[in-house]
């Protein structure tokens, strides 16, 4: 392994890693990006889907034929005309079927039930008010603490003999060593801990242009998708069309966030629109249909409960979850997972056991559990212990920093198998921890609550460590519906030493092609300017399941270093003939090969490159050209960490939380480029303000969703949010070839148990242990009350 | 894109143009001022109007002036222009206050007073304002014009006094001497809808309290004057025994409903602590201690 430390801050225009501005934003910040509701093809038609407006009811008819009258309304399509293609179902991401549109009754509110193709948008929009469907209504389920009661509606009657709302049971660790453990222990403390609902909410809705192109069959889509190579395999599967007939655009993507991970009926609609009519199909989401139909995230109960000695070792964890998985599992995950990555709510602690036991069910509302940046649950895992923890530190009064630091796992342990069978690859907590606590000023800060409280002024210091699991693979465990978690690289370099590197991942706002730029430059010495990323086309690109999980870097940026090398391998054997020595007598400057003992004779990247594709003989059994294609199948995920301490302030007399101050150290190994890890972390940050303090998609007792708009489904503004306090620390991956861990989650996972940690500090004068998100003004005071509901 | 139903769209150049225009168009036309309430229920398909009557270019509507004893306030003033003013900072500080909470700049650069007023929501803060001032209401028609007070103005949730063929004009705020005024709103997240907001204002005699109201959002189907808080205030010391009793009374008078701003119960708890607060500020700025 070559861990190679970030190069200095000043550093502008490094040759590799360093602060470099993104080679994307020239083109974004100028409205010159191209997003999918950008494409304009001759001819185009607009699609758009009649949503039911109850969430449970059968469907007795439904008329079209005025909506079919309508002068500029080319199709309407319902679900009894897919059906007759066998269209009217399709998989999910985990092995469920999920209604393109619905046949026999609608399963949540908002769910498709028939679709419009008209000449333009505000026709199909129009005559969608022209189909007349009859509903017969259902008791809906909404309560998912009463979904697997006795006479319950069953949901899925769809499915054979399906008697119930019962999806899977799980289980993770020991049960039996868990409880003895529990038994003997001095403290158990227990707590129900909810992490309800929320919205990815992502700035660019869902769509996409399919054009089915009559003569040849070929289908281009243009989707907003961030896993073009995955979708593009099942659209082969479910729609029967030769896979190599289809080629998945993702142009520009205006975030994801897990999104526009799923394929959502609207997607599969176009392309039986482009099919059926033999025109391109324009499909895009409006606002409210993004909030209340795809794929939302968390919705666990978790019941969860720490063990340890009165002196403040934590012997064990133990959960039991209800998890709500909407009206078809559409959760995304790799199938070995059904509920992700969850089995790390050990966190960062060393234990001697732990166990969970999970039971997911239907109910009457939109379908997803998408890993909305949590790196498949671990959102909900590290939310779950580190709240855990610090009931823990409430009952045994003791600083939440403190019983952290005496309870991680420490740097020689490592790698670390936990109790539910995780290895991290590395970490080393303490100096991540005491580096945010010395940001932060944490005695003083201390010292300053003590003296506020005895003024009776509310002021809270929230601490939250976490662990992630990302970059899934290895294949051998983590697939998606059969697809192995791998990803390819190519890259070539031209005659002139430009070089084009192609990816299976696709960005969404992370800025690949920038990062993906300096890891090839890093290797083989050519300027990012000088490297174009190739991204998100499956015609041009290796296959790969794409970006998520915060896998990029981990998974594909080790594909995109591996390949580098692999291409300096063969420049180093055409350096050798150029400079008459043998290629043990080379050595590597970045950027040029010269002889061992004599730097004067050199050759450079770019002279190679020329004499890779120029005139005169190579030298024996070396084919011309200078590129390599790889597929890198990871050995493990890798284990990034961090320390976040958060700090609000709460008007006694309001309950209105104002968030003071916020300090994030993170880990994520070796670090490409540390500008666009800070603007990770600061998207992260406010992602986690949000959920901890306003976001949460709700349902009245019929099942219509609460959160349809975003004056309803509130996000944080730079307001609500501090200037965030970054910092890092740096411990490679010992498995990445350049040592580096993915950051794309961490802060949203880290951020919103610090939150919560800092406003349920501040009300311990109120003798409150726990309060559940959203902490909005009103649960607050409510909570200062003693009268603290949970939020579902 | 959420789009709208078809309508059709009309411009009218001034007010007499505006008015013509809605008699003959009928209950079906709607005018469209800043269109950020209106625009967005059409999208959303809530408000499907047959014609749109666009008043952006009624110059006549857009003022702020002194006149008579009172301020007069063309409906078109944008809430930029009402956060700006000095005129209204000297007179009416619960403008601004009540200004720099409302939505977000984008939306004060085009949403005006008159609209606030008109769109009628239990939790719009301009109403809250106008109805703790006692300001009046100036509404035109072919036949002429008559003026009502706040009280008469909002007659139920999203209504007005405003008939079909009728235009909101002006907002007249009597100018009294020796006052201050001050607004306090709690929200979820800036730019939101208030949770609960009430603003304040007194006129001093010597060192008593001539005149006092307090005007509440969100609290009830429209925002409300109380008429024993304007009791307890005419006559009164300042003091805080004194905030605290017209805050229980605010609390006491009104009718917040559970939604998911905040529990009822959380509600009349701001009426009444917002009450005291703003009470304090509006007092203080009377008095001169508070820019």
């Given at each position: 392994m070559t861990?190679?430390?970030?190069q200095?801050?000043?550093?502008e225009?490094?040759?590799?890693?360093?602060?470099?501005?993104?080679?994307?934003?020239?083109?974004?910040?100028?409205?010159?990006?191209?997003?999918?509701d950008?494409?304009?093809?001759?001819?185009?038609?607009?699609?758009?889907?009649l949503?039911?407006?109850?969430?449970?009811?059968?469907?007795?008819?439904?008329?079209?034929?005025?909506?079919?009258?309508?002068?500029?309304?080319?199709a309407?399509?319902?679900?009894?005309d897919?059906a007759?293609q066998?269209?009217?179902w399709?998989?999910?991401?985990?092995?469920?079927?999920?209604?393109?549109?619905?046949?026999?009754?609608?399963?949540?509110q908002?769910?498709?039930?028939?679709?419009?193709?008209?000449?333009?948008?505000?026709?199909?929009?129009?005559?969608?008010?022209?189909?007349?469907?009859?509903?017969?209504?259902?008791?809906?389920?909404?309560?998912?603490?009463?979904?697997?009661?006795a006479?319950?509606?069953v949901?899925?009657?769809?499915?054979?003999?399906?008697?119930?709302?019962?999806?899977?049971?799980?289980?993770?660790?020991?049960?039996?060593e868990t409880?003895a453990?529990?038994?003997s222990?001095d403290?158990?403390?227990?707590?129900?801990?909810?992490?309800p609902?929320?919205?990815?909410?992502?700035?660019e809705?869902?769509?996409?242009?399919a054009?089915?192109?009559?003569?040849?069959?070929?289908?281009?889509?243009?989707?907003?998708?961030?896993?073009?190579?995955?979708?593009?395999?099942v659209?082969?599967?479910?729609a029967?069309?030769p896979?190599?007939?289809?080629?998945?655009?993702?142009?520009?993507i205006?975030?994801?966030?897990g999104?526009?991970?799923?394929?959502?009926?609207?997607y599969?609609?176009?392309?039986?629109?482009?099919?059926?009519i033999?025109?391109?199909?324009?499909?895009m989401?409006?606002?409210?249909?993004?909030l209340?139909?795809?794929?939302?995230?968390?919705?666990?109960?978790m019941?969860?409960?720490?063990?340890?000695?009165k002196?403040?070792?934590i012997?064990?964890?133990?959960?039991?979850?209800?998890?709500?998985?909407g009206?078809?599992?559409?959760?995304?995950?790799p199938?070995?997972?059904?509920?992700?990555f969850?089995g790390?709510?050990?966190?960062?602690?060393?234990?001697?056991a732990?166990?969970?036991?999970?039971?997911?069910?239907?109910?009457?509302?939109?379908?997803?559990?998408v890993?909305?940046a949590?790196?498949?649950r671990i959102?909900?895992a590290?939310?779950?212990?580190e709240?855990?923890?610090?009931?823990?530190?409430?009952?045994?009064d003791?600083?939440?920093?403190e019983?952290?630091?005496?309870?991680?796992?420490?740097?020689?342990?490592f790698?670390?198998?936990?109790?539910?069978?995780?290895?991290?690859?590395s970490?080393?907590?303490?100096?991540?921890?005491?580096?945010?606590?010395?940001?932060?000023g944490?005695?003083?800060?201390?010292?300053?609550q003590?003296?506020?409280?005895?003024?009776g002024?509310?002021?809270?210091i929230?601490?939250?460590?976490?662990t992630?699991?990302?970059?899934?693979?290895?294949?051998?465990?983590?697939?998606?519906?059969?697809?192995?978690?791998?990803?390819?690289c190519?890259?070539?370099?031209?005659p002139?030493g430009?070089?084009?590197?192609?990816?299976s991942?696709?960005?969404?706002?992370?800025?690949?092609?920038?990062?993906?730029?300096?890891?090839?430059a890093?290797?083989?010495?050519?300027?990012?300017?000088?490297?174009?990323?190739?991204h998100?086309?499956?015609?041009?690109?290796?296959?790969?399941?794409?970006?998520?999980?915060?896998?990029?870097?981990?998974?594909?940026?080790?594909?995109a270093?591996?390949?580098?090398?692999?291409?300096?391998d063969?420049a180093?054997?055409?350096?050798?003939g150029?400079?008459?020595?043998?290629v043990?007598?080379l050595?590597w400057?970045?950027?040029?090969f010269?002889?061992?003992?004599?730097?004067?004779?050199?050759?450079?990247?770019?002279?190679?490159?020329?004499k890779?594709?120029?005139?005169?003989?190579?030298?024996?059994?070396?084919?011309?050209?200078?590129e390599?294609?790889?597929?890198?199948?990871p050995?493990?995920?890798?284990y990034?960490?961090?320390a976040?301490?958060?700090?609000?302030?709460?008007?006694?007399?309001?309950?209105?939380?104002?968030v003071?101050?916020f300090?994030?150290v993170?880990?994520?190994?070796?670090?490409?480029?540390?500008?666009?890890?800070?603007?990770?972390?600061?998207g992260?940050?406010?992602?986690?303000v949000?959920?901890?303090?306003?976001?949460?998609i709700?349902?009245?007792?019929?099942?219509?969703?609460?959160?349809?708009?975003?004056?309803?489904?509130?996000?944080?503004?730079?307001?609500?949010?501090?200037?965030?306090?970054?910092?890092?620390?740096?411990?490679?991956?010992?498995?990445?070839?350049i040592?580096a861990?993915?950051?794309?989650?961490?802060?949203?996972?880290g951020?919103?148990?610090?939150?919560?940690?800092a406003i349920?500090?501040?009300?311990?004068?109120?003798?409150?242990?726990?309060?559940?998100?959203?902490?909005?003004?009103?649960?607050?005071?409510?909570t200062?009350?003693?009268?603290?509901t949970?939020?579902? | 894109?959420?789009?709208?139903?078809?309508?059709?769209?009309e411009?009218?150049?001034?007010?007499?143009?505006?008015?013509?225009l809605?008699?003959?168009?009928?209950?079906?036309?709607?005018?469209?001022?800043?269109?950020?309430?209106?625009?967005?229920?059409?999208?959303?398909?809530?408000?499907n109007?047959?014609?749109?009557?666009?008043i952006?270019?009624?110059?006549?509507?857009?003022?702020?002036?002194e006149?008579?004893?009172?301020?007069?306030?063309?409906?078109?003033?944008?809430?930029r222009?009402?956060?700006?003013?000095?005129?209204l900072?000297?007179?009416?500080?619960?403008?601004?206050?009540?200004?720099?909470?409302?939505?977000?700049?984008?939306?004060r650069?085009?949403?005006?007073?008159?609209?606030?007023l008109?769109?009628?929501?239990?939790?719009?803060?301009?109403?809250?304002?106008?109805?703790?001032?006692?300001?009046?209401c100036?509404?035109?028609?072919?036949?002429?014009?008559?003026?009502?007070?706040?009280?008469?103005?909002?007659?139920?949730p999203?209504?007005?006094?405003?008939?079909d063929?009728?235009?909101?004009?002006?907002?007249?705020?009597?100018?009294?001497?020796?006052?201050?005024?001050?607004?306090?709103k709690?929200?979820?997240?800036a730019?939101?809808?208030?949770?609960?907001?009430?603003?304040?204002a007194?006129w001093?005699?010597?060192?008593?309290?001539?005149?006092g109201?307090?005007?509440l959002?969100?609290v009830?189907?429209?925002?409300?004057?109380?008429?024993?808080?304007?009791?307890?205030l005419?006559g009164?010391?300042?003091?805080?025994d004194?905030?605290?009793?017209?805050?229980?009374i605010a609390?006491?008078?009104?009718?917040?409903q559970?939604?998911?701003?905040?529990?009822?119960?959380?509600?009349?708890h701001l009426?009444?602590?917002?009450t005291?607060r703003?009470?304090?500020?509006a007092?203080?700025?009377?008095?001169?201690?508070?820019?």
């Amino acid at each position: 392994m070559t861990a190679t430390e970030p190069q200095a801050e000043t550093d502008e225009r490094p040759i590799g890693f360093g602060r470099l501005l993104r080679k994307e934003d020239p083109r974004l910040i100028r409205g010159m990006g191209n997003f999918v509701d950008d494409i304009q093809l001759p001819g185009m038609l607009h699609l758009a889907i009649l949503r039911s407006p109850m969430a449970h009811a059968r469907i007795v008819s439904i008329d079209k034929s005025a909506a079919e009258a309508h002068p500029k309304v080319v199709a309407v399509i319902t679900g009894e005309d897919l059906a007759a293609q066998g269209l009217a179902w399709m998989p999910t991401l985990s092995n469920d079927v999920q209604a393109v549109l619905a046949t026999d009754k609608v399963r949540f509110q908002h769910q498709e039930v028939a679709f419009v193709v008209a000449e333009d948008r505000y026709s199909a929009r129009d005559a969608l008010e022209l189909i007349i469907v009859d509903y017969e209504w259902i008791d809906p389920v909404i309560d998912v603490r009463k979904a697997m009661d006795a006479d319950t509606p069953v949901i899925r009657d769809d499915l054979d003999d399906k008697t119930d709302n019962h999806i899977f049971d799980w289980e993770t660790g020991d049960a039996a060593e868990t409880e003895a453990i529990f038994a003997s222990a001095d403290v158990v403390v227990s707590e129900e801990i909810i992490y309800p609902r929320v919205h990815p909410a992502p700035m660019e809705t869902c769509g996409c242009v399919a054009d089915v192109e009559r003569v040849s069959g070929q289908l281009t889509l243009w989707s907003t998708t961030q896993a073009p190579h995955a979708h593009r395999t099942v659209y082969a599967l479910v729609a029967g069309l030769p896979e190599h007939k289809i080629r998945v655009i993702a142009p520009d993507i205006g975030g994801g966030f897990g999104n526009k991970v799923p394929i959502y009926p609207g997607y599969v609609c176009a392309i039986v629109a482009s099919l059926v009519i033999g025109k391109p199909v324009k499909w895009m989401e409006d606002r409210t249909e993004n909030l209340v139909s795809t794929g939302f995230a968390r919705d666990y109960v978790m019941q969860g409960e720490i063990a340890a000695t009165k002196e403040g070792k934590i012997l064990a964890v133990r959960t039991n979850v209800l998890a709500d998985h909407g009206a078809f599992n559409g959760v995304a995950a790799p199938v070995k997972y059904p509920a992700g990555f969850f089995g790390v709510f050990t966190g960062s602690y060393d234990l001697e056991a732990a166990y969970c036991k999970m039971q997911a069910v239907y109910t009457n509302k939109a379908p997803g559990g998408v890993a909305y940046a949590c790196s498949f649950r671990i959102t909900e895992a590290v939310y779950l212990v580190e709240r855990i923890v610090d009931c823990l530190a409430y009952e045994l009064d003791m600083d939440p920093a403190e019983l952290r630091l005496k309870n991680f796992i420490q740097p020689d342990q490592f790698p670390y198998e936990t109790k539910t069978g995780w290895v991290y690859d590395s970490g080393d907590y303490e100096p991540a921890m005491r580096k945010a606590m010395e940001m932060a000023g944490y005695d003083e800060l201390r010292r300053e609550q003590a003296e506020k409280r005895e003024k009776g002024e509310l002021m809270g210091i929230g601490l939250a460590f976490f662990t992630e699991a990302v970059g899934a693979g290895p294949r051998k465990d983590m697939d998606i519906l059969g697809l192995g978690m791998a990803d390819g690289c190519e890259l070539r370099i031209h005659p002139t030493g430009k070089a084009v590197v192609r990816l299976s991942v696709k960005t969404q706002g992370q800025g690949h092609e920038t990062t993906f730029a300096q890891i090839v430059a890093e290797e083989i010495g050519i300027p990012p300017e000088d490297i174009e990323v190739i991204h998100g086309d499956t015609d041009n690109t290796p296959f790969g399941l794409g970006t998520y999980g915060s896998r990029s870097t981990p998974v594909s940026g080790a594909a995109a270093a591996l390949v580098t090398r692999k291409v300096r391998d063969k420049a180093q054997i055409i350096a050798s003939g150029m400079l008459e020595v043998s290629v043990a007598d080379l050595e590597w400057n970045k950027g040029s090969f010269s002889v061992k003992g004599d730097p004067e004779k050199s050759v450079t990247i770019q002279d190679i490159a020329m004499k890779a594709h120029g005139a005169g003989d190579l030298p024996d059994g070396i084919e011309g050209g200078l590129e390599a294609q790889i597929c890198y199948n990871p050995e493990n995920l890798t284990y990034p960490f961090g320390a976040y301490i958060c700090v609000v302030d709460i008007d006694p007399g309001t309950a209105v939380v104002k968030v003071r101050r916020f300090i994030a150290v993170d880990d994520c190994g070796t670090q490409i480029n540390p500008m666009i890890i800070e603007g990770q972390v600061h998207g992260g940050l406010a992602d986690g303000v949000g959920m901890a303090m306003m976001e949460m998609i709700s349902f009245d007792e019929d099942g219509n969703c609460l959160g349809g708009s975003l004056m309803d489904y509130l996000i944080p503004t730079a307001l609500e949010t501090p200037d965030w306090e970054t910092g890092h620390t740096v411990t490679p991956s010992p498995h990445h070839p350049i040592g580096a861990k993915g950051i794309g989650e961490s802060a949203t996972v880290g951020s919103p148990p610090a939150v919560v940690n800092a406003i349920v500090d501040a009300l311990k004068p109120y003798g409150i242990r726990h309060a559940d998100m959203p902490l909005t003004p009103s649960r607050v005071w409510e909570t200062m009350q003693g009268n603290h509901t949970p939020p579902i | 894109m959420q789009v709208p139903a078809p309508f059709e769209y009309e411009r009218a150049n001034n007010v007499a143009e505006a008015i013509a225009l809605r008699e003959r168009l009928g209950p079906e036309a709607r005018f469209i001022a800043g269109g950020h309430s209106l625009l967005p229920m059409m999208k959303l398909r809530l408000a499907n109007p047959e014609y749109l009557i666009d008043i952006n270019d009624c110059e006549e509507l857009f003022y702020i002036s002194e006149d008579g004893g009172e301020i007069r306030i063309g409906a078109m003033t944008r809430h930029r222009e009402l956060l700006e003013s000095e005129l209204l900072a000297e007179h009416f500080p619960i403008f601004r206050d009540a200004e720099e909470v409302i939505a977000d700049p984008v939306v004060r650069n085009r949403g005006t007073l008159g609209g606030s007023l008109c769109q009628a929501d239990p939790s719009e803060d301009l109403s809250a304002v106008c109805t703790t001032l006692d300001a009046s209401c100036v509404i035109k028609s072919t036949s002429g014009e008559r003026v009502v007070s706040m009280h008469d103005f909002h007659v139920g949730p999203y209504e007005t006094a405003v008939g079909d063929a009728e235009m909101l004009t002006e907002i007249r705020i009597p100018l009294k001497a020796n006052g201050g005024s001050a607004y306090e709103k709690v929200e979820r997240r800036a730019g939101d809808w208030a949770v609960v907001s009430s603003g304040a204002a007194v006129w001093f005699d010597g060192d008593t309290i001539a005149e006092g109201r307090v005007g509440l959002a969100a609290v009830g189907p429209n925002t409300t004057s109380i008429d024993p808080v304007s009791e307890a205030l005419r006559g009164a010391t300042p003091s805080e025994d004194l905030y605290q009793q017209v805050g229980e009374i605010a609390a006491a008078n009104c009718s917040p409903q559970d939604d998911q701003r905040g529990s009822a119960a959380y509600k009349t708890h701001l009426a009444m602590e917002l009450t005291k607060r703003a009470l304090r500020r509006a007092v203080a700025r009377a008095n001169g201690q508070e820019a």
